[in-house]
């Protein structure tokens, strides 16, 4: 990176275009936007922009460091090794410990089908599904490959307790009834909690629980 805005400073001096001016000035913009970005939740999908600078900057150093060198070929075959085995660690990190270290993730909830399934077994007939779940019919649509027609339903009609496909209800009812069947996100203790003060019982399907009323 210091070769890098050496070569800034060069291009400014003499007046000439030089690669490294937008890059470094992206990277400035990133780390700018970096600290406006503020709430309670992570947002930093919006600098993925870094990476492109931190490539360009991981190649630039590479090929001065090889300039520099009498037996280049080690030093290119000792990076290329590197790369690959970090590769190797991050994928097998990224695909099978990520998704339990940080469970429950904020943006991505779990797979709606085990309890979908689970749902169509047990014969429930008209009895009303009410999914108190995160994108609950995002999910369900998902799991039940319903046609997108019939989940055509808007933000206004949702909060309006509007939002149901057949006797599926993406909202939470103004009174539980006991023929009532409530599906729960397993991480939302607090609802979890309510449900089950009011005498329902919950089963574990997935990452879901599903809630009926058990006399």
């Known amino acids: 990176m210091l070769l890098a805005a050496r070569g800034v400073y060069r291009s400014l001096k003499s007046r000439e275009f030089s690669i490294d001016v937008p890059i470094i000035a992206l990277l400035f913009s990133v780390f700018c936007l970096a600290l406006c970005l503020g709430g309670d939740k992570p947002n930093i999908n919006k600098?993925?922009?870094m990476y492109f600078c931190w490539a360009y900057l991981a190649?630039?150093?590479i090929r001065r460091v090889y300039e520099l060198l009498k037996r280049p070929k080690v030093f290119l075959?000792?990076?290329a090794a590197i790369y690959a085995?970090?590769?190797l660690f991050f994928a097998n990190y990224y695909f099978n410990e990520y998704p339990k270290d940080l469970y429950p993730q904020i943006i991505f909830y779990p797979d709606m089908r085990p309890a979908y399934e689970e749902l169509e077994r047990m014969e429930l007939g008209e009895r009303p599904i009410y999914y108190l779940t995160p994108y609950g019919h995002v999910y369900y649509a998902l799991a039940s490959q319903v046609s997108p027609f019939e989940a055509n339903?808007?933000?206004e009609e949702s909060l309006a307790g509007l939002a149901s496909i057949g006797?599926?209800?993406f909202y939470n009812p103004a009174m539980p009834q006991a023929n009532?069947?409530?599906v729960v996100w397993d991480a939302d203790e607090e609802l979890i909690g309510i449900?089950?003060?009011i005498g329902f019982t919950g089963k574990t399907v997935g990452g879901y629980l599903i809630f009926t009323y058990i006399p």
């Open 195 to 197: 449900l089950q003060d």
């Open 167 to 169: 006797n599926n209800h």
């Open 77 to 79: 075959g000792a990076v």
């Open 59 to 61: 190649v630039y150093g």
């Open 153 to 155: 339903f808007t933000a």
């Open 180 to 182: 009532t069947v409530f």
């Open 85 to 87: 085995a970090s590769f």
């Open 47 to 49: 600098l993925n922009a």
